[in-house]
């Protein structure tokens, strides 16, 4: 029988607090030259890959380690998931550009399925409140996502920190 208290519990080590921060500025930086320029600098693209395939390393390295295959398992699927249906050779959620589908899938790395999940839900939400306001910004239909990208993460950590889900589990 699988235990469905790892889908949903979620602790949140200093070392996922730091990882966030990093995160955040880096979406900060990139934000902004993508409201300036409509274009964030490949570099950022390329920090946040790398950034994914150490916590996939770290995922490995815990599983091989004893922690759960499945939680971890069904996590990476969902981001899987999650990063083929935001770009836009794929769609479905969202038809964005390789730097905006690698900065959602470097925040849902650090997330368990849960989380991953609500991500993606308050990143849609957030983009169709601010898609109107950010495309001033942009050309042609498009406009600047990472803004979108940076105000979801910081809803979702609020969740996680307020222990929503965990408050809200305990009412059932």
């Given amino acids: 029988m699988v235990e469905i208290a790892p889908f949903l519990a979620y602790d ?35 920090v946040w890959i790398l950034f994914t395939a150490a916590v996939f390393v770290l995922d490995a390295w815990r599983v091989y380690n004893g922690a ?41 790395s650090l997330f368990n399925p849960l989380f991953v999940v609500l991500y993606m839900a ?7 409140i601010t898609a109107p306001l950010f495309r001033r910004f942009g ?15 910081l809803i979702t950590v609020a969740v996680i920190l307020a222990d929503v889900v965990g408050r809200a589990i305990g009412r059932l």
């Fill in 12 to 46: 949140f080590p200093s070392t996922t607090v730091y990882a966030l921060w990093f995160l955040l500025g880096s979406f900060a930086v990139s934000g902004l030259s993508d409201l300036r320029r409509m274009s964030a600098q490949r570099e950022f693209m390329e």
């Fill in 68 to 108: 759960d295959l499945i939680v971890h398992g069904v996590k990476w699927a969902l981001i899987l998931l999650a990063g083929l249906f935001s770009w836009r050779g794929v769609g479905g959620l969202f038809r964005l550009a390789r730097g905006d589908v690698w900065a959602i899938v470097a925040v849902c």
């Fill in 139 to 153: 050309s042609g239909g498009a406009y600047p996502f990472i803004p979108a990208v940076l105000i979801a993460t």
């Fill in 122 to 128: 308050v990143l849609k939400v957030t983009d169709i």
